[in-house]
């Protein structure tokens, strides 16, 4: 037996790391940074009970909820917050579980302002609308400091069993689907510890590390198994095809994309989800006096944002098209202006200045030619002074270990039924950014519920066919 910190850990017959969460002082376990938990403090703080009471009560708990629609879990949105209204909290975490499993990572982590809030029916009356996000927040941290288990039990034991690729929201999930049907979920990760995104993507300031992995804890003890540090590829996938009922693949994107500049590797060069990784796990506690970022979407400003609250005394974002065009959406825009990171647009870097380490970013302003295209102006250079680089240009996808003549592909993303989560390949089901691109959690989230759903319904009607 092996205590990794987090889980009660053993090795199995073939000699890879196997982990079951014991619940047992897992928090206590956890690593403490309270360096991090300084810089990073609370983006939107939790209400307090009498708080969060009269928000419940502006509710006008609308029949035909557009919240509940905009959702892509389809939360009972005024259930919920009703029975907090009526001092129902337990009762309003399950309601809330019973559509999210992980709605205590997604009442932190969605954009609620283009999400549940954003369709909420005050909008029309010109009010302020329900703080959707803040309450669904406070009936799951109540559950969390009650310390009682998830209102839930695993599903009489059916004898199935299902590999899950990847540690993320969509695999967790799905897990937890399955288990509700008396399903055996095994996850398999690449890294050494679980949550994929939500433990290591999410900016501290929405979602800390330590809410996470206690979420994650509190669905383990519906029975699923953990296997960490354990990489994938497609000799190891023809094993797991092999050994379980099903495949699920929650494999989520690949690394982000390369400048494409000459000498790029060298020191002072990093991308954002190292980045945030790092600090996230303690890894990174400062950064250099200048840190230039190059892109324009959520995870650029998440790394922006980060490298200030780490101390930077200059950050720059830079991004080849203008504000209006960024994929960032513009409250977290208007975030990082007011966090103080200054914004070039209309630029590219076109190579970087220094021997061992990056010293400045050569510059060039762009243009649009003839066919539309973006073109930069070499003659209008400049450079900008930087130590450090963070780029976040977008992100590759994640399946070249598939087979492609078995698993439908497009353009590197996994295609799947919508309905059931099904690829080409019946007894591979998948969900999360490797269908989609990348999205929001509670849309990885939908993903996996979805494809749990879909499995558990699959293996009944093929095991009835045997
Ligand atoms: S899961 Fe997200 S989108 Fe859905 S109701 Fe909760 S905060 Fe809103």
Redesign the pocket.
């Known amino acids: 037996m092996v205590d990794n910190h987090f889980f009660t850990t053993a090795l199995d017959e073939e000699g890879e790391l196997l982990a079951v969460s014991t619940s047992t002082g897992f928090l206590e376990r956890a690593p403490d940074s309270p360096e991090v938990a300084k810089r990073f403090a609370d983006l939107h703080p939790g209400f307090a009970p009498v708080s969060a009471v009269i928000e419940a009560n502006r509710c006008l708990y609308c029949f035909d909820a557009p919240?509940?629609v905009?959702?892509?879990?389809?939360?009972d949105?005024p259930k919920f917050i009703k029975k907090i209204a009526s001092g129902n909290l337990e009762g309003s975490a399950r309601t809330?579980l019973e559509?999210?499993i992980l709605?205590a990572s997604?009442?932190r982590?969605?954009?609620?302002q283009v999400?549940?809030?954003g369709s909420c029916v005050m909008h029309r009356n010109n009010e302020r609308p329900i703080e959707?996000?803040r309450l669904?927040r406070f009936a799951m941290d109540a559950l969390h400091a009650s310390g009682d288990p998830l209102p839930f039990s695993p599903g009489e034991e059916t004898g199935k069993s299902v590999a899950l690729i990847g540690g993320g929201p969509a695999s967790l999930a799905c897990a937890a689907e399955l288990r509700r049907r008396g399903i055996r979920a095994e996850i398999f990760d690449a890294r050494p510890l679980p949550g994929g995104l939500n433990t290591y993507g999410i900016a501290e300031y929405k979602l800390p590390l330590i809410e996470s992995l206690h979420e994650i804890d509190m669905l383990a003890q519906l029975g699923v198994t953990f296997h960490f540090d354990t990489t994938v590829d497609a000799a190891k996938l023809a094993l797991l095809e092999a050994q379980f009922d099903a495949v699920f693949l929650g494999v989520g994107l690949g690394t982000i994309h390369k400048l494409g500049v000459a000498n790029e590797d060298r020191g002072g060069v990093t991308n954002a989800l190292d980045f945030i990784a790092g600090y996230k796990s303690g890894a990174i506690t400062m950064v250099p006096k200048k840190v230039a970022v190059i892109g324009g979407g959520n995870t650029a400003i998440d790394a922006a944002n980060a490298a200030v609250r780490l101390g930077a005394e200059e950050v720059h974002m830079i991004y080849r098209r203008g504000p209006q065009q960024m994929s960032a959406f513009a409250f977290e825009y208007e975030h990082a202006k007011q966090e103080g990171v200054r914004f070039h647009f209309h630029v590219t870097p076109v190579g970087l200045v220094g021997e061992d380490r990056v010293e400045a970013l050569k510059l060039a302003q762009l243009e649009t030619s003839v066919d539309s295209s973006l073109v930069p102006k070499l003659e209008e250079g400049s450079e900008l002074a930087v130590d450090l680089v963070v780029l976040a240009i977008g992100q590759g996808t994640h399946t070249s270990f598939l087979d492609g003549d078995k698993v439908q592909l497009d353009k590197g993303r996994i295609v799947v039924n919508r309905v059931n989560g099904q690829t080409s390949y019946p007894k591979f089901f998948a969900g999360g950014d490797c269908i989609n691109g990348g999205r929001?959690v509670?849309d990885a989230?939908a993903d996996g519920k979805r494809a749990g759903i879909g499995i558990a319904a699959w293996l009944e009607v093929a095991h009835a066919n045997a």
Not at 70 to 75: D, K, R, V
């Open positions: 919240c509940t905009a959702c892509p879990t389809h939360i949105v809330i559509a999210n709605g997604c009442a982590a969605c954009p609620v999400l549940c809030e959707i996000g669904q929001e509670v989230v």
